[in-house]
């Protein structure tokens, strides 16, 4: 199985910053990484597949990069509506597992 | 709009069973790969299981074969996933989700989970 790490596990922000939360996979997945917002008692939400393509509907200060086995998803202005966790996820191998992820929460 | 709304958590004993299930609409269900995804208390999201739209092509994660099918309706836009001999350990919120239907992979639509609890 293709082991997933993030770092870091939790991070705390003020409205306006730049955040970067990174994925590191355990083996190449080329491009095939995506990352997802969750929120407490909301269904989870695709931000970025492919690595770096915006999903429909996503504000553009979301942006995915990378790829082989580093990747990164910046938020260039953290809203206040932002403070929840992020998984990345590959699904270049079945089974196609999540990373741990980062905790965003208020300064 | 589409809506994926899941059914049939519940609290249940070790050792017993349960059927999720999980409504489809907005979309054309058939040409969408399906997953169960889930989310066991103050932990991440773990893949379970996905099945492909015309529901000939099945996947598991290793620790959860030969417990749990997946299977889906197509002429009822419902997904299922069929739970037996339930651990503590299977308690966790479980998502249905929709694959983009891309070369992807991705799951762009999610539900809002239905709560299993395996307890006595």
């Known amino acids: 199985d293709i082991l997933l790490t993030q770092s870091p596990s939790s991070l705390s922000a003020s409205v306006g910053d730049r955040v970067t939360i990174t994925c590191r996979a355990s083996q190449t997945v080329t491009n095939y990484l995506n990352w997802y917002q969750l929120k407490p008692g909301k269904a989870p939400k695709l931000l970025i597949y492919a690595a770096s393509r915006l999903q429909t509907g996503v504000p553009s200060r979301f942006s995915g990069s990378g790829s082989g086995t580093d990747f990164t998803l910046t938020i260039s202005s953290l809203q206040p509506e932002d403070f929840a966790s992020y998984y990345c996820q590959q699904s270049y191998n079945i089974p196609f597992t999540f990373g741990p992820g980062t905790k965003v929460d208020i300064k | 709009e589409v809506q994926l709304v899941e059914s049939g958590g519940g609290l249940v004993q070790p050792g017993g069973s349960l059927r999720l299930s999980c409504a489809a609409s907005?979309?054309?269900?058939?040409?969408?790969?399906m997953t169960w995804v889930r989310q066991a208390p103050g932990k991440g999201l773990e893949w379970v299981s996905a099945?492909?739209?015309?529901?000939?092509?099945?996947f598991y994660t290793d620790s959860l074969k030969g417990r749990f099918t997946i299977s889906r309706d197509n002429s009822k836009n419902t997904l299922y996933l069929q739970m037996s001999s339930l651990r503590a350990e299977d308690t966790a919120i479980y998502y249905c989700?929709?694959?983009?239907?891309?070369?992807?992979?991705?799951?762009?639509?999610w539900g809002q989970g239905t709560m299993v609890t395996v307890s006595s």
């Open positions: 907005g979309f054309t269900f058939s040409n969408h790969a």
């Open positions: 099945v492909s739209g015309d529901g000939q092509n099945i």
């Open positions: 989700a929709k694959d983009r239907g891309d070369e992807t992979d991705s799951f762009d639509t």
